[in-house]
């Protein structure tokens, strides 16, 4: 199956700077990428996803990411960070048959 | 608000017990998933259900037994679990005819056992 890899495992930023976290997948034909956020304590929620077209989408919460083939990469940002993104982030694509792969998550911690 | 909703959020449980966990959806979606997630850690697939057919099982202990009643309900059954079962259970659902569309997540069961 094909992988995808966040480099941070832990990441902290102050709050209102600037939050770029990394994601690299592996090769293979266009991958249908995603980006999750969990909340201690509850499920995952879709920020946003990447299909195909334009190489920058956003999400939801005021972020966005940029897919970029010829890095292998779809990294996941946001202008200013609020105390309340402090969270556990899941970068994740689709295999065949529907099925997603994560990959190990990167927690955020905001300072005050 | 989650459009997946999962039932109870905490279960606490002895390895001899008998119990369900219960998820639902009214996207009308027709795949269905649980998840096993352990702390710190990304969730790991256990079952897909497809218009209401088991299409994927990842290997999973029959101590776990899934069942699809309709396409808004998921149930895992869970029978004479150990301890290393301890972990918060999600269910998620998606559109399977629509290529790669996102699995939407409920907030999960958290289940420990005794």
């Known amino acids: 199956a094909q992988s995808v890899t966040q480099p941070d495992i832990h990441i902290t930023v102050s709050e209102g700077a600037s939050l770029e976290l990394r994601c690299n997948y592996s090769y293979g034909a266009t991958p249908y990428l995603f980006w999750y956020v969990q909340s201690p304590g509850q499920g995952l929620q879709l920020l946003l996803k990447y299909f195909s077209g334009d190489t920058l989408v956003q999400g939801i919460k005021g972020f966005e990411a940029e897919f970029k083939r010829s890095q292998s990469s779809f990294n996941l940002r946001k202008p200013s960070v609020h105390w309340s993104d402090a969270a556990e982030y899941f970068c994740?694509?689709?295999?065949?048959?529907?099925?997603?792969?994560f990959g190990g998550g990167t927690r955020l911690m905001v300072k005050p | 608000d989650t459009e997946v909703t999962q039932t109870p959020k905490h279960l606490v449980m002895g390895m001899t017990n008998k119990k369900s966990l219960k998820c639902e959806q009214h996207m009308g979606h027709r795949a269905m998933y649980w998840y096993k997630q352990k702390a710190k850690k990304p969730p790991e697939l256990m079952f897909v259900?497809?218009?209401?057919?088991?299409?994927i099982n990842e290997s999973v202990p029959s101590r776990f037994s899934p069942e699809c009643p309709n396409s808004s309900l998921l149930n895992l059954h869970l029978h004479a679990l150990q301890p290393e079962d301890s972990a918060l259970y999600l269910c998620?659902?998606?559109?399977?005819?629509?290529?790669?569309?996102?699995?939407?997540f409920g907030d999960g069961t958290r289940l420990s056992i005794l």
């Open positions: 998620a659902s998606s559109q399977p005819d629509r290529e790669y569309q996102p699995q939407h």
């Open positions: 259900y497809s218009y209401e057919k088991l299409s």
């Open positions: 994740a694509r689709y295999n065949a048959g529907n099925m997603l792969t």
